[in-house]
């Protein structure tokens, strides 16, 4: 992720492929500058399946994005 970019830009990039229930970018404690990377939930597995295929090594802002499923650890 480019440094330029900020959660309402993910959210509409991700909404293209449906509802965003959140997004969340990684910001250094430090620095306080983003360690470009975030975290974006979507409700709907499909629609997010979808965003995952079509938005991963996509150039965005100058950067190619790296787009991966992650999902929640049941038993924490």
Same mark, same amino acid.
């Not at 959660?7 to 983003?34: C, N, P, R, Y």
């Given at each position: +992720?480019?440094? @330029? +970019?900020?959660? $309402? /830009? %993910? !959210?509409? %990039?991700?909404?293209?492929? *449906?509802? #965003? /229930? !959140? #997004?969340?970018? +990684?910001?250094?404690? /430090?620095? *306080? !500058?983003? $360690?470009?990377?975030?975290? #974006? $939930?979507?409700?709907? &597995?499909?629609? *997010?399946?979808?965003? #995952?295929?079509?938005? /991963?090594?996509? @150039?965005?802002? *100058?950067?190619?994005?790296? &787009?991966?499923? &992650? =999902?929640?650890?049941?038993? =924490?």
């Amino acid at each position: +992720i480019s440094e @330029l +970019i900020n959660e $309402e /830009d %993910l !959210k509409a %990039l991700f909404s293209k492929f *449906g509802k #965003v /229930d !959140k #997004v969340q970018l +990684i910001m250094s404690k /430090d620095t *306080g !500058k983003s $360690e470009m990377f975030a975290f #974006v $939930e979507m409700p709907d &597995v499909n629609e *997010g399946n979808t965003a #995952v295929k079509e938005l /991963d090594s996509k @150039l965005y802002f *100058g950067k190619y994005l790296e &787009v991966k499923e &992650v =999902r929640d650890n049941p038993h =924490r």
